[in-house]
Nanobody, 119 residues
């Protein structure tokens, strides 16, 4: 069984650059799912795909967030991370990580971690 668990700072201030980490158990981020993604959800806006890192290490980002987003991985710890720079209150959301096979819906979601950006 594949399990994902997000972790992050919770409360951050505007202009900071928080790092969120997804720890994967039961599978390898280099040989398991094709994509490992970050998705966020805020009230009234629904789900928004932030970006992803492929099993090979290639990264992909939402055009609206690309300039502020960086996704990386630590294969020795079987983790991948999201950095979102210069955050504002508009970035307040629950952030999820999830895996997906090529051409298939997101699978094996984590439970999410709340990120609240204060003004």
């Amino acid at each position: 069984q594949v399990q994902l668990q997000e972790s992050g700072p919770g409360l951050v201030k505007s202009s900071q650059t928080p790092t969120l980490t997804c720890t994967v158990s039961g599978d390898s981020i280099t040989t398991g799912y094709y994509y490992w993604s970050w998705i966020r959800q805020s009230p009234g806006k629904g789900l928004e795909w932030v970006g992803a890192i492929a099993y090979s290490g290639s990264t992909f980002y939402s055009p609206s967030l690309k300039s502020r987003t960086s996704i990386s991985r630590d294969t020795s710890k079987n983790q991948f991370a999201l950095q979102l720079s210069s955050v504002t209150p508009e970035d307040t959301a629950v952030y999820y990580c999830a895996g997906s096979s090529e051409g298939l819906p997101f699978h094996s979601w984590g439970q999410g971690t709340q990120v609240t950006v204060s003004s």
